[in-house]
Every structure is written in C-alpha cells, then in structure tokens.
C-alpha cells in the first residue's frame, strides 16, 4: 500500500545522501516506451522510491517504483473499462497529486495520449479556463477527461458538448499489464503550447523523441544520487518533460508540490530542496527574482542548500542581474553560483535545444543596445557605455541538436549578428497534431523554426526574444524584456505584474512605448508616484522614456496557463479599452 508520511519523516530517505563531485552519469532506460520504462524499473526496483507528491502542507505521498504502477494500473484499468483504447487521446485536468501522477502513466501503460490541461483553480476565471478546455477537446479529441470532483462545474459543459466521458479519481481496483501496447515511434503525448503569441497548438510527441530529448538532458545534467525538487506544473513542458519524465527514465526519483504552494509562499520551494538534500530543480526567471528579491530573511533561517548541484533556467529570456541577486541571496546557505544552468528550448523539441554546464561560471556579454536594435549587430559596450545591455548565455546545444541563426533570406548570419533561431534534433516534434498548415509553417526542410531570435558567439547561443514581441520604436526594434526588467526595478512593482509592448500611435508615427503595471496601488492615490517610478527607472536604465504607463488591478494582464504574458493580447485590450476590465 502506498505511505503517507509527514514532511519531516521524508527527509530520512535523504540523511545519509552527501553530494559527491565525482558522481557519474546516469544510464537512461533501455525500455523503447515510458510505459514500458516503468514496468521495468517496477521489476528491477520495486522499492526504489520515485515520487514524493506534497500535495498539502504537512502531507506527503510516497510512492515506490511498485506503488507507482499499482496506482497506474488502477489508472489504466478503469480507462480501459470507460472505452480507451491504445492511441485514444485522454485529457488530465489535476493539479499536481498523486492521482495526477496515477492518470499520467495510468495512460502510459495502457498506450493512450494523454494531454495535460491546466486545472481551474482560481474560481474568478473558470470560465476563460472552460473555453480553453473547449479548445484543447477540439484540437485532440480525446475519448475521455480525468479530473477531480471539484473541478466538475468548469469540466462538465466543454466534455458534454463534445460527448467526451468525464473520469474522477479515485481508480479502484487495478490490473498491471506486462507489457505495453505502444512501439517508440507512436505517439506518446500532445504537449499544448501556452500560445504566448496566438492560439495554443498541440505538440505531438513520440516516445522516440521524448526518449531522445531525455536522454539529452541527461547526458549533460543527471548523476548518480540525484533527486529532483519541482513546483513546476505538469501541463508545462519544463515541468512535464525536465522535472518528471526525463528524471523518472533514468530512474531518479521526483519531489514535488503543486504550484500554487510556491507562488503563496517562495520560500516553500527553498525548504524542499533544504528537505530532500534535494540536487536538481528548474525553474522560469522570475521565480528566482521572487526568491531573491521577496522572501523574509526570516524564512530562510535554518536552510541547507549544499546539496543543490543544478538550478535550470529556462522558458523565458534569463536575466543576468537576477543570477547574481540570487546567489548573493543565498550564498549564505550553501548555494553555489555555478549551481545556476541557463537553458532554452520548447516544447516543439520537446524540451531542451541547449543548457550551460553545470559547475561552469556564468557566461554573458555586454553589447550596445542602441546598436543591436538598429543593425542587429553585437558590438561590445564599455563599461561606462549609457545604452549597455548585459546579456546571460543559454549554453550549447544539447546532445544531437544543431543550431543555425539565419537572416530573412534564410542565410547563416555570422557570430554575433542577430538573426532567427533554427533548431534541427532527433526529439522533433512529429507536428501540431492534426494542424497541418499550422506545422508547414515552422517545419521546413527538417529544420524548426523557433519564432526567437538570438546570435552565436563562439558556440554559446543568446536568445534576445520572440520575433512577434518585438517593440518597434523609431525604425529600431527592441525586445519587451529589457523594459519589464527595468520598470520591474521600481519600487512597488512585483516580478510577472509588468507587460512592456508598442502600441500603434499615429500621431507619434510609430509604435508608443506603453508599461503595463498590475498593482493593488491602482485605484489609490498612490499611483501616479508608482506611475513616476516606473518612468524614471525605465528611462534610467534604458535611455528611453515610456510613451505611457498603465497601472491596472492585479491579475489584469493576460497570460498562458503556464504563466507567460501574451502581450499580444495585452496590445488588443489596450486599443479597445478592456484591459483591467472584469471579466
């Protein structure tokens, strides 16, 4: 039977660990699909702990490699009794649990397609998440839905439409197959997009590909010894495919807590990795911002973090400020600076297309903005240059990928010219399932065409940002990021509460430079001094001054279900008024 313990009981399975600099890699599964990856490890390790799902405070879930697939096979079994058969696409809507888990590789085993759908936590938007849900069922039409009874009002109107069978833990009884009907190069996950600048599109994923794709970023990051600390949702690749199934096909075992716990409380995330001697985590750059920048020191009395070998740093453009803030936070405790990795990829390739080294120091450069924005050129800033602009790395290419950066023509750029990021690996997506012209689009000739731009320098790549988010400001194009960055250094702004985006103005003949600021500070009189604040530290650290600054209520700004800001929607709303509007 599965254990439950208290939090503080866990860390036993982790007193004895010490981390150890000569800790050798570790091997990836020789099992052709996830399914069958974990009926082996079942087999060969059925008390190897693999998963430790917080899913409250205080209460922990331990599951062994034996308790994992009896909870799977219960999974399996009663998606089998509902009519799902091998291939069948099936919807997960749960937050991170251990029935999450269960209806995860409960498909797995029994060779279905799972898709995993943000849950509908948040009460006041259920509606926005019904109609997502709408879309996503009509994109994989899937033979059923898990989720949880309380999620039933959100669920129930988009699955009845579509006649889809709604599915509720818990799985009673269970049958473990002893093998898997699914070969490597089926399909073995639709990964949605978070649709930053349009509709989100499904991801179509063979087990060959997520092996692939696994066995990449274990080569480059997994030892022996590892464990893994996530609250990174399962409905984001980073959190999917870097914290559970590439750490789960190398048989690594997995700490995780739902999402929500970290945005309440940091800190959270922080003493799990104190707790499990943990040694690998991942995570966006703005949960390092919050972690440097919000939590009391209070919070952080006690903490051990000498265990801590790799900090992933990925899915938005990284910040090299914010690495320094970080490790000068927490030195203290045992973290190492060269524990931070900074990577890139997406879910089109999986997850990883290149990673830094971990252990090797931060690698940046400091260009002329003003430059880059009028040639696309990298030239060296000197230190007392007004318009410099440090930019972080995001490391090599992982094992098997190629990069090219290639201008209009589709022509290599040279080092250190900017130019469109194509991406070429074996852990490429067959496409966007059952999206045809949409896949044609972005895969040409086997290379995949991002929609980033960035530039190499003697192989380390820079990502600058996302073609469509471009800011263009006087004939010069400017990525938003470098404007969030320095209007979020103003006092009274919080990390992920700040859009930067042109708005088109025909009286200045170009696009308006506009802040978007979410504030409790909105309706008060507070905020025209937050408005001033944000206009001098943008101008300061930018040279240019904001056309408009906008101060809306919190949760105002629209965003992914993983949490990215779709600042094209942030334009519409502005031109038509709605932004800050309820809903």
Not at 504 to 524: F, Q, R
Request: charged residues 25%; negative net charge; glycine residues 8%.
């Amino acid at each position: 039977m599965t254990s439950v313990a208290a939090i503080e009981d866990v860390h036993e399975d982790r007193a004895e660990y010490r981390p150890d600099a000569a800790a050798e890699r570790v091997a990836l599964t020789s099992a052709p699909t996830i399914g069958a990856a974990l009926l082996e490890r079942a087999e060969l390790y059925p008390d190897q702990p693999m998963c430790y799902i917080e899913e409250s405070e205080g209460r922990t879930v331990r599951l062994t490699a034996a308790e994992l697939v009896e909870r799977a096979g219960a999974a399996a079994t009663t998606l089998a009794e509902a009519g799902v058969r091998p291939g069948d696409r099936v919807g997960i809507c749960l937050d991170t649990s251990a029935d999450a888990y269960a209806a995860l590789h409960g498909c797995f085993l029994l060779g279905a397609v799972p898709f995993v759908s943000e849950p509908p936590l948040s009460t006041m938007r259920r509606q926005r998440w019904s109609d997502r849900l709408r879309l996503l069922i009509s994109r994989a039409e899937p033979r059923a839905v898990i989720s949880a009874p309380s999620f039933r009002d959100a669920v129930a109107g988009p699955c009845q439409e579509a006649g889809v069978e709604i599915i509720e833990p818990p799985f009673e009884g269970g049958y473990v197959p002893t093998s898997v009907r699914a070969d490597a190069d089926d399909l073995a996950l639709i990964q949605f997009t978070s649709g930053t600048t349009g509709n989100s599109r499904g991801v179509a994923l063979t087990h060959r590909a997520i092996m692939s794709n696994a066995a990449s970023i274990g080569d480059r990051c997994f030892r022996s010894g590892e464990l893994i600390v996530t609250w990174l949702p399962l409905h984001h690749d980073m959190g999917l495919i870097g914290c559970n199934l590439a750490p789960f096909l190398h048989g690594l075992p997995v700490a995780s807590m739902p999402p929500l716990s970290f945005a309440l409380r940091p800190e959270r995330w922080l003493r799990a990795l104190h707790r499990y001697r943990g040694t690998f985590t991942s995570a966006p750059n703005f949960a390092y911002q919050m972690c440097a920048t919000k939590i009391p020191d209070a919070k952080l009395a006690g903490l051990d973090l000498s265990a801590w070998r790799v900090a992933g740093n990925g899915a938005e453009v990284v910040n090299a400020a914010t690495l320094r803030r970080f490790a000068e936070r927490l030195s203290p405790y045992g973290y190492r600076a060269t524990s931070m990795m900074p990577c890139y990829g997406m879910a089109e390739t999986v997850l990883a297309a290149t990673m830094c080294v971990p252990g090797d120091p931060m690698i940046t450069t400091t260009v002329r903005r003003d430059v880059l924005a009028d040639t696309g050129k990298v030239v060296e800033a000197g230190p007392d240059d007004p318009d410099r602009q440090e930019l972080a790395s995001s490391g090599t290419p992982v094992l098997g990928t190629e990069i090219r950066v290639v201008d209009e023509s589709r022509t290599d750029v040279a080092d250190r010219v900017q130019g469109d990021i194509l991406l070429r690996s074996p852990s490429l997506m067959s496409g966007y399932y059952q999206q045809k012209d949409e896949t044609d689009k972005v895969l040409r000739d086997g290379w995949l065409h991002t929609g980033d731009q960035g530039f190499l320098d003697d192989g380390q790549l820079y990502v600058t940002g996302r073609v469509k988010d471009v800011v263009i400001i006087g004939g010069r194009n400017y990525h938003p990021y470098v404007f969030e960055t320095a209007a979020s250094n103003a006092a009274g702004t919080h990390p992920g509460a700040v859009a930067a985006v042109g708005c088109p103005d025909p009286a200045l003949g170009t696009e308006a430079l506009t802040i978007v600021v979410e504030s409790k500070l909105h309706a008060s009189d507070e905020a025209d001094a937050l408005r001033e604040a944000v206009v001098r530290s943008v101008s300061e650290e930018t040279g240019l001054r904001p056309d408009r600054v906008e101060i809306v209520p919190r949760g105002s700004l629209p965003k992914t279900p993983s949490g990215k800001l779709q600042r094209l929607k942030v334009v519409e709303s502005l031109l038509d008024g709605t932004l800050g509007r309820k809903s």
